[in-house]
Each structure stands twice: as structure tokens, then as C-alpha cells.
């Protein structure tokens, strides 16, 4: 893994916010979803880790939102954590990974990706986190990626393309996308290693002895 991408691990990262703005806006679920390489060399999503996330005091949540993702954020059965509280418990499962892989940093993959990195990097900085795994710039798009291999950019199409389901009643959960952009992910990262597999092979067949 480690030797694949740079020392970076791969992590699926999806959150749910109250608006589109970082900085004022709520952080009200966040997932992520690590990475696992097999014996051949072909990705594959480990479970999802995540977390519904009490909102920062003073934060916006705009209706909105809310109306999008059916999120509740009054409603005492979320269990939800504060923001604090909400990045250990991701970040605990990430390091982990990062080490177990050898790795020296994980690396945020995610639909649209700018937008789920700028969320993460706000709540980091409002609890002055000094343990963020994350590159703190750097990302990998699958809206960019899937356009590529696919020529679909929204996420559902990008996931029907590439030959899995996708349940619109369940879009827009933190845990559902980010299960669904890292089975996108593993597929456009393993059809890329078979395609140049065969280009190896056809290469090599066409050198002189």
C-alpha cells in the first residue's frame, strides 16, 4: 500500500453538514472508511467507522440542509459527540490504519473531496487538534476520477457505472456515501492496475527476444 500511493494510505472520508459553508456551518456527521490491499494487489473497503457530531456553539445550520439529509440534529437518540470527541474517535481508527499499512499519512478520498476536506480541516482548527492523520491539502476526487473512468459525475451514476447499486432513500447518510465512494474508489483503482497489467503483458509480447 504504502508503495502504491506515495506512503499515503487512502481513507473515504463523507460528512453531513448543516450548510456549505466550513467555517459557520455545522459538522453533524462524519464516516470514513480505510483501505485494504490483497495479496494481488487489488484494493478492497474495510468497514465504515463513524459518528453523528453535536454542533459547535454558534454554528448555522441552515433548513435547508437538514431538509436534504433528514438530519435531526435536537433529537437525543442521535448520540452524537462533540466535535472534539468526534475526531478522536475517527482519527483513532485511521492512525492505526496508517501504521498497519506502513504508511505515513493518510490521504482523504472523497466525492467532491475539497468540500469533506474543508469541513474536516474547520473542525480541526476550531478544537486545535494536533493529531489530524490527514494531509492537510492534498486529496484524491472520485467526481474526477469516476468522470475519467466513466464519464459519470454524480455520485449515483458514477456507482450504478461502475456496476454496483445505489439506493437514492439511503443518499445523503454519511455512512451510506462514504460506503459507496470507497467501493467506487477500490473499482476505478483496480480496473486501472488490470488495464495496465495487460498493457505490460501486451509490451512485453511485442519486444524482441
Known sequence: ??????????????VETGGFDAERDALLEIAAVTIGMDQEGNLYPHPVVSTHVEPFQGANIDPRALEITGIDPENPLRGALEERAALDHIFQAVRLAVKQNECQRAILVGHNAAFDLGFLNAAVR???HKRNPFHPFSCFDTATLSGLAYGQTVLSKAVLAAGYTFDSREAHSAVYDAERTALLFCRIINRLRTLEVLELERVGTMLPE
Do not use: E, K, N, S
Open 126 to 128: 476550531r478544537v486545535g
Open 1 to 14: 500500500m504504502a508503495d502504491r500511493f506515495r506512503g499515503f494510505l487512502p481513507v473515504i472520508v463523507d
